[in-house]
């Protein structure tokens, strides 16, 4: 049997999420021990796993970056850029000591005698079985699978010549130079690629099902380069500009529930600024309401320029099947293609595809309900990080850390061992729904996955709100005495039975 280590705190995956919660833990817990475990073969998950062209966030790194580590460079960043600052927070916090690099967890099983998480796995350069045990789980393993992007299954696919790629599996050998590519899709990586690769190509064409919302602009932020002139400190600046940025985006988010069409009139204009009405109309006008689906900043517009230079095209239309050259939509058109890049989403999974069981019990998280996006009812001594859509994923980042590590310190003051957030009597009729409101945010992966989801109830503390602008204020106030939390494994109890 595999040797089996214990720390206080297991946390999975060393991406955004998994570093910034090792980075709170140490500060503000420095007594709890504690392990990193991920798959990959280094840090930065998204940001080291996807390698095509041009890959950069698709929202602004004063907001992105953590709280505690200021961003110096343009706002919107390369996966270079973001692995290099992720690395100097690893560095210059000691947290590689922390970290177990290609260590897979398959499973975990809580046991309510000992209040411990037993978690298994393996080595994935050895195959070995791996072992640990721990008395709280952090999940901060993202939310889609690493191994493969969706792509749907259309007809004629075998029949193709060319080659197929998802960007999130692209080759690093792929030879585009001079070729015909066409790009699937209309999101964030459709708008990151096709200006990376265009120049080089023969040809691009971005086939679409339908339009998308994009906010074009310049890559800097001017406040905090006038701060810089002035000789402000790094660190002011940061918090400054960062509370500038969700300041606007917490006025764009409300102007778009309350004046849609406006917000759509000005996101319009903007692409208007680089090109023409009829390409506007037909390709760039959604038929949704702002911010249903995230909204990608492009830098410079470099897409709209690459269109407007004609080595990029927009198509919109829905593909009828594939041929031995290209695609054919339903309206008839035929599209040649030596390279087809499937720039159509990834596969949501819930808390990495782990099997997890409580006290021999499989978790079905569908049968639970979730508190605050963070915690499920039924699963003890858990949080799973799930940031956020209409602001940078790791403002929640920093926001569970400080919940984790003060329900830490709560649960040694009480002298408990274990917790696990269950419905109080005032929520037995409680309208129970879907993970998050579709007609609120609807992109096509929570769809596909809604059924696998925990379910959210009609009061904000059963749910996953997506509001960082009132979860800022009310995550920190939690009363960690409220009925909603249930305390056990008293550590004088489990003492005596040792």
Not at 122 to 148: A, P, V
Not at 245 to 254: M, P, S, W, Y
Not at 285 to 303: L, S
Not at 416 to 439: C, F, H, T, Y
Request: overall charge negative.
């Amino acid at each position: 049997m595999a040797k089996t280590e214990h720390f206080d705190v297991v946390i999975v995956g060393a991406g955004i999420s998994g570093v910034g919660s090792g980075y709170h833990l140490k500060e503000q817990c420095p007594d709890k021990s504690f392990v990193i475990l991920e798959a990959l073969d280094s840090f930065g998950g998204t940001w080291w796993m996807h390698r095509y062209p041009g890959i950069r966030s698709d929202s602004d790194l004063y907001t992105f970056g953590y709280r505690f580590k200021p961003w110096t460079g343009a706002p919107i960043a390369t996966a270079e850029e973001i692995l290099k600052y992720m690395d100097e927070v690893i560095e210059e916090n000691d947290l590689d000591e922390h970290i177990r690099y290609q260590h897979r967890v398959n499973n975990a099983s809580w046991d309510s005698k000992t209040s411990t998480w037993t978690v298994v796995g393996t080595r994935t350069d050895t195959n070995e079985t791996i072992r640990f045990t721990c008395n709280f789980l952090w999940m901060c393993q993202g939310y889609y699978k690493h191994s493969e992007g969706y792509t749907p299954d259309w007809p004629g696919m075998d029949k193709f010549k060319g080659q197929i790629i998802h960007p999130q599996t692209w080759p690093e050998d792929l030879d585009y130079k001079g070729k015909n590519v066409l790009v699937i899709g209309s999101g964030a990586t459709t708008a990151t690629v096709v200006p990376a690769i265009a120049a080089d190509c023969n040809h691009v064409t971005v086939l679409q099902r339908s339009p998308t919302y994009f906010i074009p602009g310049r890559n800097e932020n001017p406040m905090a380069d006038e701060l810089r002139k002035l000789g402000i400190d790094e660190t002011w600046i940061h918090e400054i500009v960062r509370r500038q940025i969700l300041f606007n985006q917490a006025e764009f988010t409300r102007r778009s529930f309350e004046e849609p069409e406006a917000v759509k009139d000005e996101l319009l204009g903007a692409v208007r600024m680089f090109l023409p009405e009829e390409d506007v109309k037909e390709h760039f006008t959604p038929r949704y309401r702002p911010w249903q689906q995230r909204v990608a900043f492009v830098p410079d517009g470099d897409i709209f320029k690459g269109i407007a230079s004609g080595k990029a095209s927009m198509v919109t239309d829905e593909i009828e099947r594939f041929t031995e050259k290209g695609v054919v939509t339903k309206s008839g058109k035929e599209i040649e293609a030596d390279i087809v890049v499937t720039a159509t989403g990834f596969n949501l999974c819930v808390l990495g595809d782990i099997d997890f069981a409580v006290d021999g019990k499989q978790v079905d998280f569908s049968d639970t309900v979730t508190y605050r996006g963070m915690m499920f009812t039924g699963v003890p001594n858990m949080v799973w990080i799930f940031g956020y859509f209409r602001a940078s994923w790791t403002l929640r980042v920093d926001l569970i850390g400080d919940f984790v590590c003060r329900l830490l310190k709560h649960m040694d003051e009480k002298g408990v061992r274990s917790v696990m957030p269950a419905l109080r009597p005032e929520d037995k009729d409680m309208v129970i729904g879907d993970w998050i409101d579709q007609d609120n945010f609807n992109p096509n992966y929570l769809r596909r996955a809604m059924h696998l989801m925990p379910k959210s109830g009609n009061k904000r503390e059963w749910q996953h709100t997506q509001d960082y602008w009132r979860e800022k204020d009310e995550i920190p106030k939690i009363d960690l005495d409220d009925p909603a939390f249930v305390y056990g494994g008293e550590v004088k109890d489990l003492a005596k039975s040792a």
